[in-house]
């Protein structure tokens, strides 16, 4: 069974700082990796996709592989409220590329 | 916006009825995946369609079926509805269905199951 397994939180974090985002995942496999964020009563919208083991920057964003470890993380810097979201990571292995999600981390960013 | 688009938005069935939600991938996209997401939890897989062929199931039972149309929009029916189907149904569209692919989700559908 694929498992991808996220800290359901809340992560409370002040208006400004980092915020630590992180997801493991037991296939090891896996090839393709996903940051989801998802409003209250909303869908998911892609937020990075990261494939190779590093970092990958896209403004305050940046995902970070190791597949070694089977972990994936997402950094938001300088955390706005309106970033107070769910965030789901998932992962995709060869065979049917189907992603398999976890269930979400619940960022609250305070002014 | 990710052009895929649901209908109907929010819907209301008993149980024991059925029901039919509607999905459009986004342009260029010929590969769509199902997900029931109840409250708290992540996207659970229920199936995906490439080309009109089914190219993969979840855990759901036979009574959740679809089907994809030549134009890749694509319908999930659920027959005998129990409460425990309420949840948000998200439609996700992508491009391959293969390796590196990236799925784009509509807006869902909302049903609750009384």
């Known amino acids: 069974q694929k498992e991808v397994e996220q800290n359901s939180g809340p992560l409370s974090v002040p208006e400004g700082a980092i915020a630590s985002l992180n997801c493991t995942y037991s296939d090891r496999g896996s090839q393709s990796f996903f940051w989801y964020r998802q409003y209250s009563g909303k869908s998911p919208e892609l937020i990075m996709s990261i494939y190779s083991n590093g970092d990958k920057e896209d403004g305050r964003f940046t995902a970070q592989l190791n597949k070694a470890s089977q972990y994936v993380s997402l950094l938001i810097r300088d955390s706005q409220p309106s970033d107070s979201a769910t965030y789901l990571c998932a992962a995709s292995s060869g065979g049917s590329y189907i992603p398999t999600f976890g269930r979400g981390t619940s960022l609250i960013v305070h002014p | 916006e990710t052009g895929v688009t649901q209908s109907p938005t929010h819907l209301i069935k008993t149980r024991g009825q059925q029901v039919t939600l509607r999905c459009s991938s986004q342009?260029?996209?010929?590969?769509v995946s199902w997900y029931q997401q109840a409250l708290g939890q992540g996207p659970q897989f229920i199936f995906q369609y490439y080309r009109e062929e089914e190219n993969g199931r979840g855990n759901f039972p036979p009574r959740f079926s679809g089907l994809q149309f030549p134009n890749y929009s694509s319908e999930l029916n659920v027959n005998a509805l129990e409460l425990d189907d309420s949840a948000l149904y998200l439609c996700a569209s992508s491009q391959t269905g293969g390796l590196g692919d990236t799925q784009y989700f509509g807006p869902g559908t909302r049903l609750t199951v009384l």
């Open positions: 342009s260029g996209h010929n590969t």
